[in-house]
């Protein structure tokens, strides 16, 4: 499914979420669109969403540059773009372990002008079907 992501201050991008039918795609998928509220965490942005979905199978702390994570302890989304205070080096590492439900289709470290409070918004522009 292609998202667009839009945050004050910052040009538009797509995101790919992962068509995967799991219990926090589906939340995520009617709970669009979703408004929020930038906060920073090293080189993570992330943001509060009013869905709740479980620890998944296939749930990690240790992420990859420009993925898409749903955080359960939030209940938050986060997108990676670099080291975070939990990093044990250069890769992005999340506070505790997340499910993996996409990536960003652009270079995601242009994120790192995502100002904290900064207005965010996710909106679907086409079901994932062909």
Avoid at 89 to 97: D, F, H, Q, T, V
Wanted: charged share 30%; hydrophobic share 40%.
């Amino acid at each position: 499914m292609k998202t667009q992501v839009t945050i004050d201050g910052l040009e538009s991008f797509i995101a790919e979420i992962d068509d995967t039918g799991t219990e926090t795609v589906r939340a995520l998928r009617q709970s669009l669109p979703i408004r929020g509220e930038v906060r920073r965490w090293g080189d993570e942005i992330y943001f509060h969403v009013d869905f709740r979905a479980p620890l998944e199978e296939g749930a990690r702390a240790d992420m990859k540059v420009g993925e898409i994570a749903y955080w359960p302890a939030g209940p938050a989304l986060a997108i990676f773009f670099g080291p975070t205070p939990a990093s044990r080096g250069r890769e992005p590492r999340a506070a505790s372990e997340c499910n993996v439900i996409g990536r960003v289709l652009a270079d995601p470290s242009m994120l790192r002008m995502a100002r904290d409070g900064a207005e965010i918004i996710l909106r679907q522009i086409d079901s994932g079907k062909t």
